[in-house]
């Protein structure tokens, strides 16, 4: 794939896109097994545009019930730890510059990707995204395997419902995408604060994913390579309508 001038840090660290993509291409190599098909040969492209006919193809049922167990554990783990730890939370953040991007296209592109329950242009963003789907009075709910954990996990996002979240409003940020993290019975585990904004020449974005604290720092440290992964592919696709 391309250098696309898209500028990634984890903290004051900056973040080389071919080291994203490196992650992208084990994350999807390791996807692929998983689900009983060959590992395709060629660069990045090839071997996501494989996942993802792999995902479509086997279904949204089929999938369910293949990380069913998975979620039901996960479920309980992380409704444990949501509850123990109260409001407190760890927080994973990225920051992200997109040269040539106006603030606005994120928001819009994903409002309507989702209105239309597009789950293909979800799905192809990560190697570790499971299903999409847009349920009614409930936002979205995503399956997906977060960070470095061993378990795939399911919960809604509604990003009308900020009930919860710690993450302050940045003043210098006009732009935001917040929404709790719940799970089916309701009970809130966390949730995300992204915050936009326009620079003379492209959009700044800073991602947080808000984790319930007892689930220790290391999980969240791993997923700011899934948030790298996915908002510079969504980033880019938005810039690009």
Known sequence: M??????????????????????????????LRSLGAPVSAGDLTVLRKALLDTKIRIGRDAIEQKL????????RVTGALARWSGRRRRLSQVEIFVPGAKADQLPTWYAEHTDADDEASFLEACPDHHLFRTVEGRGQEVWETTGGSPFASRFSIDLTDSEGLITPIDPSYPIQMAGAARLN???????????????????RVLLTVEFPWLIGPAMPAAHRWHLACEFTTWLEAAAHV
């Open 2 to 31: 391309t250098d696309t001038g898209i500028q990634v840090w984890f903290g004051t660290k900056p973040i080389a896109q071919t080291d994203v993509q490196a992650w992208e291409t084990k994350r999807a190599a390791k996807q």
């Open 68 to 75: 069913a167990r998975e979620v039901a554990v996960s479920d």
């Open 185 to 203: 019975d309701g009970r809130v585990l966390g949730g995300i604060r992204h915050q936009l904004r326009d620079e003379t020449d492209g959009a």
